[in-house]
């Protein structure tokens, strides 16, 4: 085994959770170093980039709502900080959403969802099918209405990952384009990882935020092992014209037939159109059916994607948790952090997530925002569920 190389935290797993948590680490002052083998890559490559605390809220997940909240009135101080920082534009568009209903079931979900935003205390308008296509010329003449989010933006989530990057660099922190093999535990407690090639990186502090394989990292004890698995989500990109105007001029989507579509309109032209949900393991191939079907339903909603050249094809994996909740902050095992789990809105929450995962690693303890995100949320029943 090759000789320790430490710092005080060390970041398992570059994508933008990992990042901006070692990021916001070094600005507290923490040695910090991130191990990936291709930092700055992982879902954000795929991601359509919504901030949608708004139009994201399910039923039974209004605890989310809180900390979705937290970290999207967090995003223009957030953004504005990594681009004076960075120098990169990050496509962050405040430019709103709009959910729409082609027929009567469609009608009476979004009716549902308006209902319950309501009492949840949110911002978001209904409009009759005439008003959705006032705002959007571009819609089917058959939507039947819709809900107007005026809070629900989007940011390119390339690009934010790019930014991280280099925001990781000029804070100072380490990058090992490693994988790691194995966590070593010396006692009871975390001290580092082993890289693929042998290398021992010592840290005071580890953080396991590998996404979707934040639950494979051999070494991890059982109890602690996050119950995180990969949903496979599908995407098309399509360009927009220039001329004539803009195209869409915010976030549409609706539930056709069951299933979720959207289509997100960024400001360099590209038409994210997404996204499937599949249960499929680690696998991440782009299916026709998959792509049949966002086509068909974005068609439904918005007949003139068809004339547009389609430019690439995508499958990423979500990180989900039994909860769909993130998994943020100290573990059982002394010295074992985890920053997964962050599912359908890990985008939306990285502000959230780099300022909460600094706290608990300079103090020990959550921000009062995180703390129903606690890791010790599933350690709790799994241990109540063992026969005694
Ligand atoms: C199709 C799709 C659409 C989405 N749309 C949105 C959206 O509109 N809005 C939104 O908020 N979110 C969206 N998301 C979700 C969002 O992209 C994810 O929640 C977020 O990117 C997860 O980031 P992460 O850093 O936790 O994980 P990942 O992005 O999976 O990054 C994990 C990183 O860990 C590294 N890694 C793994 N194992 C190891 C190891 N053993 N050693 C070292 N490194 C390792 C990987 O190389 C990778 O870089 C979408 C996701 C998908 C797939």
Known sequence: MSPTRTSDVLVVGGGIIGLVTAWRAAQRGLATAVV???????????????????TELHYGEETLLGLNLASARRYPGFAAELTELTGHDLGYRACGTLAVALDA?????????HALQQRSGLDSQWLSGRDCRRLEPMLAPGVRGGLRVDGDHQIDPRRLAAALVTACERAGVTVHRARAERLVVAGDRATGVVTADGTELGAGQVVLAAGSLSGRLAGVPADVLPPVRPVKGQVVR????????????????????????????????????????????????????????????????????????LTETLAGLRPASPDNAPLLGPTELEGLLLATGHHRNGVLLTPVTGDAMAEALTTGALPEVARPFTPRRFGAAVRTEQPA
């Open 36 to 54: 990936d083998p291709e930092p700055g890559g992982g879902a954000a490559r795929v991601a359509a980039g919504m901030l949608a605390a708004v």
């Open 105 to 113: 079931d469609d009608r009476a979900h979004l009716r549902e969802l």
């Open 238 to 309: 399509l360009t927009m014209p220039a001329r004539h105007g803009p195209f869409l001029n915010r976030t549409v989507r609706a539930v056709v037939r069951g299933s979720h579509v959207y289509l997100v309109p960024r400001e360099n032209g590209e038409l994210v159109i997404g996204a499937t949900s599949e249960e499929m393991g680690w696998d991440t191939t782009v299916t026709a059916g998959g792509v049949y079907e966002l086509l068909r339903d974005a068609h439904e909603l918005v007949p003139g994607i068809t004339e547009l050249p």
